[in-house]
């Protein structure tokens, strides 16, 4: 069975941790009410900062830089089998014919997704007990100043960070959760 559950970022890691452990085929749908931090271990954001501004840090063992989430972004987490050898490229292509039904000039480059140049979705995997998690990023507000601040007090960034204003949240979402009862 597939379950899809609407959670809080504060309950995000056990339940990823307990999908993968426990080998549940589910999606996750996080839409955070303030910032949230989500940290690449391995990758320097600015700790200072989080902290002296109460901010929600959590850290992942994933591929990719640090999410930088604001209220009305959302974010999605699905976990799957490794048997169905579904991968990133096609969580991507995916993700990209939904936004194309409402954006031009959507282009996948790396693992994100950008619309016009600029980034406005990411893309993380880490697989364990023979489960993929995919964990991804819809940016609808403008955390551009926050994302340098956190992100790239220390270097330039790569690509160019943007948010989607051509159509709300609850579309997304509701694009989303049927892509994933029909699949």
């Known amino acids: 069975s597939f379950e899809i559950k609407h959670i809080e970022p504060s309950q995000s890691l056990y339940e990823w941790n307990r999908i993968l452990r426990d080998k549940v085929t589910s999606a996750f749908i996080l839409k955070p009410q303030n910032v949230v931090v989500w940290v690449n271990t391995s990758k ?10 109460n901010l929600e840090v959590y850290e992942l063992t994933s591929g990719g830089g640090t999410i930088v989430s604001n209220k009305g972004d959302l974010q999605l987490a699905i976990c799957l089998p490794n048997h169905l050898q579904i991968g990133t490229s096609f969580m991507l292509d995916s993700i990209a014919k939904m936004l194309g039904k409402y954006l031009n000039s959507v282009e996948i480059v790396g ?43 220390d270097s330039t960034p790569a690509k160019e960070p943007y948010y989607i204003t051509e159509f709300d949240v609850n579309t997304l979402e509701n694009e989303v959760i049927a892509w994933l009862t029909s699949t």
């Not at 320097?44 to 501004?53: M, S, T």
């Open 111 to 153: 693992n994100d997704i950008l619309v016009d140049g600029k980034k406005v979705y990411g893309i993380s995997s880490v697989s364990q007990n023979d489960m993929t998690l995919f964990v991804m990023q819809f940016s609808f507000t403008d955390n551009s100043e926050l994302i340098d601040t956190i992100c790239h007090f």
């Open 44 to 53: 320097p954001y600015n700790k200072e900062y989080c902290i002296e501004n």
